[in-house]
T-cell receptor, first 115, second 113 residues
Framework: DQQVKQNSPSLSVQEGRISILNCDYT??????FLWYKKYPAEGPTFLIS?????DKNEDGRFTVFLNKSAKHLSLHIVPSQPGDSAVYFC??????????????FGQGTILTVHP | IAGITQAPTSQILAAGRRMTLRCTQD?????MYWYRQDLGLGLRLIHY???????GKGEVPDGYSVSRANTDDFPLTLASAVPSQTSVYFC????????????FGDGTRLSIL
């Protein structure tokens, strides 16, 4: 039972345009959500997070939107750059509950930004 | 540079052999984690430790054991490796608390033949 799902295995965008990566979750206890970026042969790198008390968090070119009623979050990258080409993982946890720091990850989306 | 060091970076192992993957962090984080990454499944939690001296089971703990004798080290042991344990293994650490981002090592690529 996949509690965090990234239904798009891959996404291709042109440099300068917006990249939108989507993530859905089923566990209503999740209250903290993160996005990680991963390059080949490296570990995932933390990108941005959002608490369930917010619906938007912005950091430079990266914005995460959370729609709790739909159990959906998205990561927007504007403008996209070739260096953004990587695998993006969505993750969630029940920060205030028994799962403590344990993250549940989605399957990942491969983003390719073309020059 | 502060961070997480994993060793070895890759290993080929015969089935039935014992293997310990090493993980060391120098950020003085209380919490540490082991994940495995498999194609189409993302990262799945194997074991975790909220603080030195305590450990807990994650989503896929069978066939693996961990220990946390001190803050910095969190080794993962495969007592008798099986081919289904072929994967990329990532160690991570974080400040204590559910809303703290985890910092990852660069992984160990393990192939069980």
């Amino acid at each position: 039972d996949q509690q965090v799902k990234q239904n798009s295995p891959s996404l291709s965008v042109q440099e300068g345009r917006i990249s939108i990566l989507n993530c859905d979750y089923t566990n209503s206890m999740f209250d903290y959500f993160l996005w990680y970026k991963k390059y080949p042969a490296e570990g995932p790198t933390f990108l941005i997070s959002i608490s369930s008390i917010k619906d938007k968090n912005e950091d430079g070119r990266f914005t995460v939107f959370l729609n709790k009623s739909a159990k959906h979050l998205s990561l927007h990258i504007v403008p996209s750059q070739p260096g953004d080409s990587a695998v993006y993982f969505c993750a969630a946890n029940d920060a205030g509950g028994t799962s403590y720091g344990k993250l549940t990850f989605g399957q990942g989306t491969i983003l390719t930004v073309h020059p | 540079i502060a961070g997480i060091t994993q060793a070895p970076t890759s290993q080929i192992l015969a089935a039935g052999r014992r293997m310990t993957l090493r993980c060391t962090q120098d950020m003085r984080h209380n919490a540490m984690y082991w994940y495995r990454q498999d194609l189409g499944l993302g990262l799945r939690l194997i074991h975790y430790s909220n603080t030195a001296g305590t450990t807990g089971k994650g989503e896929v703990p069978d066939g693996y054991s961990v220990s946390r004798a001190n803050t910095d080290d969190f080794p993962l042991t495969l007592a008798s490796a099986v081919p289904s344990q072929t994967s990329v293994y990532f160690c991570a650490s974080s400040e204590q608390g559910g809303n703290q981002p985890q910092h990852f090592g660069d992984g160990t690529r393990l192939s069980i033949l």
